[in-house]
């Protein structure tokens, strides 16, 4: 059973934004906190942004500024709004249940001109 379930990803020019999210199973949105990560070639998995189960969240130097993430608990999603992309921000994005196996499938966002 597939407990989290990613879209939109894309490709975008330096300076644009996209909107990535992640549709989880009810009880994994109600008691997990959840974490974007990405993965670029050749590159280890960063941890983007986490936020928890009350909407507090923490985010990576490299996109502060630029990304906000949201939960909307009618639809047991959570939303990565990334702005002001850049070529550096390409890379494969994951989302994850903190603290479970659970990993979304991945989503490809290329920044480029």
């Known amino acids: 059973q597939v407990q989290l379930v990613e879209s939109g990803g894309g490709l975008v020019q330096p300076g644009g934004s996209l909107r990535l999210s992640c549709a989880a199973s009810p009880r994994i949105f109600s008691t997990n906190a959840m974490g974007w990560y990405r993965q670029a070639p050749g590159k280890q998995s960063e941890l983007v942004v986490m936020?928890?189960?009350?909407?507090?969240?923490n985010f990576a130097d490299s996109v502060k500024g630029r990304f906000t993430i949201s939960r909307d608990s009618a639809k047991n999603t959570v939303y990565l709004q990334m702005n002001s992309l850049k070529p550096e921000d390409t890379a494969v994005y994951y989302c994850?249940?903190?603290?479970?196996?659970?990993w979304g499938q991945g989503t490809q966002v290329t920044v480029s001109s």
């Open positions: 994850h249940a903190i603290g479970s196996t659970h």
């Open positions: 936020i928890t189960t009350s909407g507090r969240a």
